[in-house]
């Protein structure tokens, strides 16, 4: 793998200050799973009735952490949660003792922390294919265990990095019946999978109150409207995993309160974003936002249609404001469109409607406006009230450069 | 635009020897239309019954010439036959004024060669968005019919390039009743659709006898496991469109002869892979073969998967046998998989099965294999019968230096 050690230049300027979650605790560790000098481990316990939603990869070829993640979620809230998170090993495709090295894990984690088994939840990622030394992680838990503070969700943060460049974190307060309830959420992922150690890993608290099956709700739809509109280059890895922990420990019961959604919505866009910012290679952060639709599923599909092209994606990198190929993107998307109603803006500058290019506009505005590095796609489709935004980076060279010459 | 004059590594040696269709004659010509110093036009015109098929890009914001051609293909095949293409300008996104240009030129065409207007067809390749000048096609007319010869198909295939790197021919000859039936055929394209100019463009001539629906239908079949089988960077053109013209001149009814529909089969997957021979920064030739799906639908949703995926193009340009991003593409696919089914190998080198690394694979083995430059990657996925082929290429600096830097 090569040795990317620029930080991304959409990184933000500094990792956010992130508010102390009450009733959850953090520590990590360097247990050497792959990496040396560095964590790569972390342990999070939540306080007796923390309810744990999730959302997961899609994919058919699931890693076995997944697999043992979505088995359990939507169990009881009673006692204790825990989250063990590896970097290093993605402990993907390896088979039965894939399955194994999950179960001696979770089983140590319950050992040391006193947590059900049932409700510690493991991630790894990292390289596929390769056992999970999970003796190294387990050897470590004790230390982990006696370190856990509520203030190290930074440190958390960082040592669940693979190919990132940057750690990711962002949080949200929100006042209600007179008190603060506090949302706190880190991130890491830079390609939807990247060179062999990549993936995206989500993992957000709050101390609001919140029935476990009203968190999965809520956390399945704003997944739909955040972390499901961002693509890197249209890859899905075999780990991606959300949790979400609601602790309770406010005393504030958010289970239908519309200002904590909207704030946990934020910190998911907030996170998604980052991921995209850390995209591999990416020199640009494109809002591609798509109105007009037949519906907003349609609008959805042409919007990924759009910013998953690779000759937009490259266009952009080029600075070309290229809208004949997002014309090519909404026509391939497989979605209802209408050539001559088509109308595609880049940022404020109206390019094309019609079907045609639009008579005031000249090119050198457009040319002007890429050289920015927050960029907005904007096509009215002109057939219905569908509308979706997506979110997504340009491909560059040093995309290849991290997937294709590492070894080289 | 970047000028590549280097040709694809992956280029045959030489152009073929194309056996002359009795019943067609071409001519190709400078007309300006946007290059200078090299053929721009190129004119057929076929006998008197000659059978015309036809498909076209499935793309919702199809060019106007497409949208003229399939109006047309179906209709009676009396008189005489004409097929007009020009480079340089794709007529595409051109609202109203393109449908206007496609009727001047095609109207034209009709004037000076005596072939009825819904018997001439064109195509038009280059830049999208700019209006076509369409006088000076029609002002090289009269030039073009006059030239008009048997053994010009070569030069046809010249005229019609854009960055293509070398032009695209093929041939096959099989005995029917005792007497030689020929096919020749010319293509263009080297990405599904290139900075501002390409697209994929077929034209395939026989002097066999077939009925013009039984000749749609075969052409329909034969391009699902052909044409549509092929992939350079997922993005499809706005304009791609293949002509398929029975003269008849040979006399042989070849209707529904088996033989004949192999040799054409051989033609267009032979036309086909030289297309992606030539994608933009090619360096590797990538044969994948899915088997053991639940239909042969689900395999080539596989195939394509894996053909599509930017994480496996790049792995194959850095020439690393990275077996997990197979997984990845497989499983993201949609289609059904299992993860502890799989099995799969690079070329005779059996790199997993049942779902984790084969016993004896060595990395070295494979690391070796992938310095080839025609490559060969099997996914058993242990579940039916179905199987399907894809043909595809890596993605390389090449692609974005195609792509992204031709205006810095």
Same mark, same amino acid.
């Given at each position: 793998m090569a040795t990317i050690t620029k930080v991304s230049p959409l990184a933000p300027a500094a990792f956010p200050e992130l508010p102390v979650i009450n009733g959850a605790r953090f520590a990590t560790v360097e247990a050497g799973v792959r990496y040396q000098g560095r964590t790569d481990v972390m342990l999070a316990v939540m306080d007796p009735g923390t309810s744990v939603a999730g959302v997961f990869t899609r994919s058919a070829t699931r890693a076995a952490p997944v697999l043992d993640c979505q088995e359990k979620i939507g169990g009881s809230s009673e006692g204790p949660a825990a989250i063990l998170v590896n970097s290093g090993n993605a402990n993907a495709f390896t088979g039965?003792?894939?399955?194994?090295?999950?179960?001696e894990v979770t089983q140590a984690v319950s050992s040391v922390t006193g947590v059900a088994v049932d409700r510690v939840f493991t991630s790894s990622t990292g390289v596929i294919g390769e056992p999970l030394p999970h003796e190294r992680i387990v050897a470590q838990l004790d230390v982990l265990n006696s370190a856990l503070q509520d203030d190290k969700l930074e440190d958390a943060a960082r040592a669940i990095m693979t190919t990132d460049t940057f750690p990711k974190g962002a949080s949200a307060q929100v006042e209600i019946d007179g008190k603060t309830v506090s949302i706190s959420g880190i991130a890491k992922g830079s390609g939807m999978i990247a060179p062999d150690m990549a993936t995206m890993l989500v993992y957000i608290f709050t101390d609001a109150k919140v029935d476990q099956s009203a968190l999965q709700a809520m956390l399945g739809a704003q997944t739909d409207r955040t972390f499901n509109c961002i693509t890197v280059d249209s890859d899905t890895s075999t780990s991606d995993s959300l949790l979400l922990c609601a602790t309770g420990a406010s005393g504030v019961d958010a289970t239908d309160n519309a200002d904590f959604a909207d704030a946990l919505e934020g910190v998911m866009l907030d996170l998604a974003q980052q991921v995209v910012r850390d995209g591999e290679g990416a020199t640009k952060f494109v809002e591609i936002r798509v109105t007009g639709a037949v519906s907003g599923a349609d609008a959805k599909v042409h919007g990924l249609a759009i910013a998953n092209s690779p000759l937009v994606k490259t266009a952009i990198a080029g600075e070309d404001p290229n809208w004949g190929r997002v014309v090519m993107a909404i026509g391939k998307s497989g979605a209802a469109a209408d050539r001559d109603?088509?109308?595609?803006?880049?940022? &404020?500058?109206l390019v094309a409607e $019609? @079907?045609?290019?639009?008579?005031?506009?000249?090119?050198? &505005?457009?040319?002007?406006?890429? $050289? @920015?590095?927050?960029?907005?796609?904007?096509v009215d489709l002109g057939l219905g009230d569908g509308e979706s935004t997506v979110w997504t980076c340009d491909l560059t060279h040093g995309y290849i450069e991290i997937n294709a010459d590492y070894r080289s």
């Open positions: 039965h003792y894939g399955q194994s090295s999950v179960a109603l088509l109308s595609i803006s880049f940022g &404020d500058i $019609k @079907g045609w290019v639009s008579p005031d506009y000249r090119e050198e &505005d457009a040319a002007e406006y890429m $050289k @920015g590095q927050n960029l907005m796609i904007t």
